[in-house]
DNA sequence: TCCAAATCTAGAACGTGTTTCAATCATACC
DNA sequence: GGTATGATTGAAACACGTTCTAGATTTGGA
């Protein structure tokens, strides 16, 4: 793999990198977005301001980047095992439910960086681009079933997609606290079995 | 209909209204999210900061309330004609186009709704709420095609959601500058081919 | 018409994301 | 070892959403 921004730098820079990661991720996790606070990150990191700057010209690229760092970790334990379940519409549903578990034990977390992703902008692309794909990886896996990859159809790729925004609207509707947990499942459900029929 | 909040109190404060959120919408158009300022729009509409905070609590309120009164007007006209083509599909997608292009001749305007959209928590619910009613109508009309409303079926109230969904969510990629317009008709036609068939 | 209550105004002030700057420190190269 | 270059620090300053206050104005009822 090329040097990515992950492994760039000295050792000093790349603890500095994590620890700025681990402040955002911790913060996040007790207090959601608002607590996530520039000054708090660069004291809890043990770094000055205008260095966590350095590192990350943004929160938002801050908080889009330890999503990442999360879905990373997230989709690279999915790809591990096979699903359980018979069908496609399953198997989905398993791993959205596994998910939306996750999510809700760490709800503070989860509005974080769900809030920051809705607020990236252009700057954001690439990191934005990572989870995308990370998602797309997990959701395909899902359908498929197998352990073994295989190369999604145009439709497939479609349904995937629609899944995604459709996830990604629930989230948001639960994010801000205008829907309940169980309605995410319940969204989710109907849309993953009008797509998978 | 009950007294609401766009006929509550005198003369002098509806006008008072009306200035906040025509003010709103000019600098929305002009410049976007970030034009729309708390001060800016104070002088623009010639009341003090207190008096807009008395009237809107705060920002994203406001932006979503003047998004909800584009809204009604946008689905109060299109529920004065049939919509043209043959299939719930063509007549779908012809809706979505018409309004996407709306959207792209102001795209400044659609950043700003957008955003405060994305960014609205449980405060902002009623208004949000109504927004989705809107919605709902114009697609669910163009589904039936007919002037005569019908009673949606559940599973067409259930493709509608998923349809706005995936609006929300191409809308999201194009105006934080991810994605271009065409990708939004793009992504709206896959995903109406894939609900509607 | 007059008064009490509500509303409006002007402006200061606060919090947090972001920028800037001078001084100090670390690193790489001679 | 010595030095140039870049990174880091600490602190101040700025921008904009939001809150607060004291006084002026408007409104609605007696």
Not at 2 to 22: F, H, M
Not at 130 to 141: E, F, Q, R, W
Request: proline content about 3%; charged content about 25%.
């Amino acid at each position: 793999m090329a040097t990515t921004t992950e492994t760039a730098g000295s050792n000093a820079q790349r603890e500095r990198r994590r620890r700025i990661l681990d402040a955002t991720i911790a913060l996040a996790d007790t207090g959601g977005f608002d607590a996530v606070q520039m000054r708090a990150v660069a004291d809890n990191a043990d770094v000055a301001l205008g260095t966590l700057y350095r590192y990350f010209p943004s929160k938002i690229h801050l908080l889009v980047t330890a999503l990442g760092r999360e879905f990373e970790r997230a989709e690279a334990q999915s790809r591990t095992r096979a699903v359980p379940g018979d069908t496609p519409h399953q198997r989905v549903m398993h791993v959205l439910g596994v998910t939306t578990t996750a999510l809700q034990k760490q709800p503070q977390l989860t509005e974080a960086l769900t809030r920051a992703f809705m607020f990236a902008d252009a700057s954001v692309a690439d990191e934005i681009h990572l989870v995308g794909i990370k998602l797309t990886a997990m959701i395909t896996h899902a359908i498929d079933g197998t352990d073994e990859a295989r190369e999604p159809t145009t439709e497939d790729m479609a349904i995937v997609r629609v899944i995604g925004d459709v996830w990604l609207s629930a989230l948001m509707g639960w994010v801000t606290g205008r829907t309940s947990a169980d309605d995410v499942t319940k969204s989710m459900d109907v849309a993953v079995k009008l797509l998978l029929r």
